[in-house]
């Protein structure tokens, strides 16, 4: 049958107790003492141990002779080994062990106590929060320490354990690409990630300390424009118990400095403490600004393509259905007049062009677009755009180029489908009684055309959207009436691109528009 008795207090009996000092035999007959679970070491004035109680003697093995007699030497002459390590698994400098702190007077207890990791007699590893005080006679003297040792193995683990969750939950937190916000139920922010902080400058929101500020510096709308009321927005929602997900999730719309909206969808939840009492609540907040603006720029796709494809297919099927019914009378086939060829041959040429552009675009989407590149001179390429512009407009379009050629080695076919669109946004954009300029130059090994018109202009925030495919610019109207897909400026950039060229917009509201675009000049004679 083993042993299990606690072991018994030590107690240096071979050195002496000073006089009127609390040491040894008189600190350890306390049967407090006796049943502590901290270890508690005591030294005397020079740091040799001269007692412990049993958890002492089984932590650093107080009654085993080697220890004994290697304890038993000053502090100053014992041999420094790796028993004290910091919790890094540093060896502890000896000027910093706890006893000899306490030893110069220093008082460990609170927030001054020291952790630490050792190894117990058995090999097993410890961390340690250890205190400790002087001991001082009836004088004041200093005539010895006492350290207490407490094993917080166990917690420190867990705590280690925490931290290593809390800091995946905070990547989690903080990688989002949502937008995530806890607000307790006083309407305070607890917390928010930097998704949400982008998400509220974007609206120019300050990001102040309380939700209710939030709706009052940019108030949410609908999709019609109306403000939503309070009690449908999901933080009051959830602070009534009610969980916001899936489809039943708010879609926001915020007016944004620069000009259009911002549409978020807002789900939430309500946080509960343990007896299941709401105490704040968690939001997320989605951009789907493009989501929409894609759905609405299909439906309008959708719309152009309809309109432009109509026309001319009506007017076709209408004369195909007069030949029949003359056909049908036994009469001739009539030819049609020159205003009908007119206006058949514009509407094919809409559709052609409308068509082209689709089929183009797919094939810069795909980057399958390719370039057969032969050496042509691009000023040519732009007289004769203007001329074919000003053929069928009737426009005036003025040409300035140098008097020799300006080579470049393209495709003529699809450089000449950038100047005709850059033609044609010039004239549909600019009074019908106002030139528009092309001029051509070079400088720094580059060939540049310029296409100018004095049309209203364009807004700054839309400028960085102008070669985005299916972007019209809002508010600006044509001088024909005439709609478009938004795909000649984002086509015209990738055709100059493929050439290893830049294109770029130079405009201002009220001041007209410049499109230009650079190609390198051809190095061959």
């Not at 990630?193 to 939700?211: D, F, H, K, S, V």
């Not at 183009?360 to 980057?367: D, F, S």
Request: aromatic residues 4%; hydrophobic residues 40%.
């Amino acid at each position: 049958m083993s042993d299990t008795s606690p072991s018994p207090a030590y107690v240096d009996s071979s050195l002496p107790v000073l006089p009127g000092s609390p040491l040894a035999a008189s600190v350890l007959s306390s049967a407090i003492l006796e049943a502590l679970a901290d270890a508690v070491i005591v030294y005397d004035a020079v740091g040799r141990v001269v007692g412990g109680n049993p958890a002492a003697v089984d932590l650093i093995g107080l009654d085993l002779p080697g220890r004994r007699k290697a304890l038993a030497a000053p502090i100053g002459e014992r041999e420094a080994g790796a028993e004290l390590l910091t919790l890094q698994g540093e060896p502890l400098p000896r000027d910093e062990w706890p006893a000899v702190r306490v030893l110069r007077g220093e008082a460990l207890t609170g927030e001054h106590t020291v952790d630490l990791l050792t190894h117990t007699v058995a090999g097993q590893e410890r961390i340690l929060n250890v205190s400790g005080a002087p001991l001082l006679d009836s004088g004041g003297e200093m005539v010895g320490a006492v350290c207490a040792a407490r094993d917080i193995t166990a917690r420190k683990q867990l705590e280690y354990q925490l931290a290593e969750r809390a800091a995946e939950l905070e990547t989690i937190f903080a990688t989002q690409v949502e937008g995530v916000v806890l607000i307790a139920a006083d309407g305070h922010i607890v917390r928010m990630n930097e998704a949400q902080q982008r998400l509220l400058a974007a609206r120019g929101i300050e990001p102040t300390a309380r939700i209710e500020t939030w709706a009052q510096q940019n108030p949410p709308c609908d999709a019609a424009g109306q403000v939503v009321p309070r009690e449908r927005l999901v933080y009051y929602r959830a602070l009534h118990g009610e969980t916001v997900t899936g489809e039943q999730a708010l879609e926001l719309y915020h007016r944004i400095p620069e000009g259009g909206d911002l549409v978020l969808r807002i789900s939430g939840a309500p946080v509960r403490d343990p007896q299941g009492h709401i105490v704040g609540v968690v939001l997320t907040s989605y951009d789907v600004t493009q989501q929409r603006l894609l759905e609405r720029q299909r439906l309008d796709i959708m719309r152009v393509v309809v309109h432009d494809l109509n026309n001319p297919v009506s007017a076709l099927r209408l004369y195909v259905q007069m030949q029949q019914r003359r056909l049908a009378q036994g009469q001739p086939p009539l030819l049609p007049g020159d205003q009908l060829l007119s206006q058949m041959d514009y509407g094919l040429a809409r559709m052609q062009r409308l068509l082209d552009d689709l089929r183009v675009a797919t094939k810069v989407e795909l980057g399958t677009l390719d370039v057969q590149r032969t050496r042509h001179d691009v000023a040519a390429l732009c007289r004769e755009e203007a001329a074919a512009q000003q053929a069928v407009t009737g426009r005036a379009v003025q040409v300035q180029t140098p008097p020799q050629p300006v080579w470049v080695e393209v495709d003529a076919e699809r450089i000449g489908q950038v100047i005709a669109n850059l033609l044609t946004n010039a004239l549909k954009y600019s009074p019908p009684d106002r030139p528009v300029y092309v001029t051509v130059g070079t400088a720094d090994g580059m060939a540049r055309v310029v296409v100018r018109d004095e049309g209203p202009g364009i807004p700054s925030h839309e400028q960085q959207h102008l070669f985005e495919q299916f972007h019209r610019v809002a508010g600006i109207e044509t001088q024909d009436g005439s709609g478009g897909l938004g795909l000649g400026l984002y086509i015209s950039k990738a055709i100059v691109t493929q050439h290893d060229g830049e294109m770029g917009v130079e405009s201002a509201v009220g001041h007209g528009s410049t499109f230009w675009f650079n190609l390198p000049l051809s190095t061959s004679t």
